[in-house]
């Protein structure tokens, strides 16, 4: 479908499970994309929960193009918070809770998003995500947030250590052992989905949900 960002055209996928119990926004890293297959997965352990997602593109084909573009957090975030309030206006989304999964540099993404006054997010999962690059923004987000990353990908639990210690709102860090930056190996990425799916479900309260997905 085609998603309303500020003055951008942008593309994505919706799946909205009957009488969903919340909506989740996927924030891709680095060179990655709806079609992102782990990302895919994710969405569909969510699914299976009850769960809406909606994955989209953060960047236009040209602006992807642009290595520059990949790693410029404050305009992902702001994507994403275009693509948040999209969502909230719509018929089949104005009464579910929305949360924000981001990966890689898109966990960042969606901490320094959730970081501004009234970012209307409640509940964050970053999967092997920098939230390190959301910086000055962590002690200001609100949005309970579950911070995974693997047991092997030790710099970047480091940071994400580093990170936790600066958030003020209610957080955890799961080590999912035997994990590498990508969840690569066998049954990471699904017990990672599984965390996400867990946090998800205990932070996205379900609200009477109205209004039908577009055909």
């Known amino acids: 479908m085609v998603i309303r960002a500020g003055s951008l055209d942008l593309v994505g996928h919706l799946t909205l499970p009957p009488e969903a119990s919340g909506l989740v926004l996927f924030a891709h890293g680095s060179g990655s994309s709806r079609h992102s297959p782990r990302n895919q997965y994710v969405a569909l352990i969510l699914n299976q929960a009850g769960l809406g997602t909606l994955l989209v593109d953060l960047l236009t084909p040209n602006e992807a193009a642009e290595r520059a573009n990949v790693f410029d957090i404050e305009l992902l ?4 918070a ?4 999209w969502a909230h206006d719509q018929p ?9 999964f981001g990966a890689s540099t898109g966990g960042g993404a969606a901490l320094w998003a959730a970081g501004e006054p009234h970012a209307g997010v409640a509940a964050i999962v970053s999967r092997g995500g920098r939230p390190d690059l959301a910086g000055p923004r962590l002690p200001a987000v609100t949005a309970p947030t579950l911070l995974i990353v693997g047991g092997l990908d030790t710099q970047v639990l480091a940071l994400n250590q580093a990170a936790q210690a600066q958030l003020r709102c209610p957080n955890d860090l799961v080590v999912v ?16 989905a599984r965390h996400a799916q867990a946090w998800f479900t205990t932070h996205l309260r379900h609200v009477a949900h109205t209004g039908r997905p577009p055909a």
């Open 77 to 80: 975030a702001e994507r994403l």
């Open 177 to 192: 052992a035997g994990a590498t930056h990508l969840f690569e190996e066998p049954g990471t990425l699904t017990a990672a």
């Open 82 to 85: 275009n693509i948040s309030a």
């Open 92 to 100: 089949w989304g104005r009464d579910l809770r929305i949360g924000w």
